[in-house]
């Protein structure tokens, strides 16, 4: 079956950065999009932007350009977000979404990224 | 961008009761999706292409609308339609955006 699996959570300081991992099973890899969304506690859905798995080609929502970076390891189907420079404000979940025909069909668990000093 | 505005914002339903969550856009849209979320779970795909329900989704379940205004309905609610639904857009020329969220609970 279709699985999205993503990395554990992760405790980090301002200033440092993380690197989170969506490992997708079950279909071929790069047949598929994959789209990042951000949810700070207690609030909405937030895109991020996307990475087309067959060329590495990404592309950012303004809100995300600069200290995000999408990332692939297609041997391994594996899609990764790293975030640099880490701020408060960057503390929520980050999902993984697999995109099919504009909308998102499978969905990672999510991570819990917490920026605390 | 394109805006989408969820309303209501929150609300509280009967068992049994009908219900409509509205989803506006600032510009027109071809298609509308929505999805359902839990506490502490990952979003479902719940409605796709404005009015096709997502597999596993009860029939009770439908979608519609066109242009800039899209609702999802729940025709008789049950205790396990509690959750946060969202609408989500992806035009050309736009960047994808969701709507606010839809808290739906039970009375």
């Known amino acids: 079956q279709i699985q999205l699996v993503q990395s554990g959570p992760e405790l980090k300081k301002p200033g440092e950065s993380v690197k989170i991992s969506c490992k997708a099973s079950g279909y071929t890899f790069t047949d598929y999009a994959m789209h990042w969304v951000k949810q700070a506690p207690g609030k909405g859905l937030k895109w991020m932007g996307w990475?087309?798995?067959?060329?590495?080609?990404?592309t950012y929502a303004d809100d995300f350009k600069g200290r995000f970076v999408f990332s692939l390891e297609a041997s391994a189907s594996t899609a990764n977000l790293q975030i640099s420079n880490l701020k408060n404000e960057d503390t929520a979940t980050y999902f993984c979404?697999?995109?099919?025909?504009?909308?998102?069909?499978?969905w990672g668990q999510g991570v819990m990224v917490t920026v605390s000093s | 961008e394109i805006v989408l505005t969820q309303s209501p914002t929150t609300m509280a339903a009967s068992p049994g009761e009908k219900v409509t969550i509205t989803c506006r856009a600032s510009?027109?849209?071809?298609?509308m999706h929505w999805y359902q979320q839990k506490p502490g779970a990952s979003p479902k795909p719940w409605i796709y292409?404005?009015?096709k329900l997502a597999s596993g989704v009860p029939n009770r379940f439908s979608g519609s609308g066109s242009g800039t205004s899209y609702s999802l309905t729940i025709s008789s609610m049950e205790t396990e339609d509690t959750a946060t639904y969202y609408c989500q857009q992806w035009s050309s020329n736009s960047p994808i955006t969701f709507g606010s969220g839809t808290k739906l609970e039970i009375k």
């Open positions: 979404a697999r995109e099919w025909w504009n909308n998102f069909d499978y």
């Open positions: 990475i087309n798995t067959y060329t590495g080609k990404p």
């Open positions: 510009s027109s849209v071809s298609y």
């Open positions: 292409d404005t009015s």
